[in-house]
Nanobody, 121 residues
Framework: QVQLVESGGGLVQAGGSLRLSCTASGSIFTFNAMGWYRQAPGQQRELVAY???????NYADSVRGRFTISRDNAENKVDLQMNSLKPEDTAIYYC???????????????WGQGTQVTVSS
């Protein structure tokens, strides 16, 4: 089973940038789409962005224009570039592998362990 490992989280001031990476232990073509979720304390998990195997992308309204998801098929990696960060972006960010069928559906067994992003005001 392909495992997903996130990296790149940390502490940043508001207005700053971070780049999260998700590296798969096997081919990312195992999935026909991959996505990033986040969960803030006391809040429900939120789909932030996803990218299909064909390169189509979609974003939550809260991050559109600030975040960019990309994939490197040769490196089996999916990145999330986060710019103009706000304190409300503070959360644990999770990489997922899943399916696209009109919407994005993460696979139950294909979640990374999460990486903490903290944005100070």
């Amino acid at each position: 089973q392909v495992q997903l490992v996130e990296s790149g989280g940390g502490l940043v001031q508001a207005g700053g940038s971070l780049r999260l990476s998700c590296t798969a232990s096997g081919s990312i073509f195992t999935f026909n789409a991959m996505g990033w979720y986040r969960q803030a304390p006391g809040q429900q998990r939120e789909l932030v962005a996803y990218i299909t195997s064909g390169g189509s992308t979609n974003y939550a309204d809260s991050v559109r224009g600030r975040f960019t998801i990309s994939r490197d098929n040769a490196e089996n990696k999916v990145d999330l570039q986060m710019n103009s960060l706000k304190p409300e972006d503070t959360a644990i960010y999770y990489c997922t592998g899943g399916e696209y069928g009109g919407s994005y559906y993460p696979g139950a067994g294909y979640w990374g362990q999460g990486t903490q992003v903290t944005v100070s005001s």
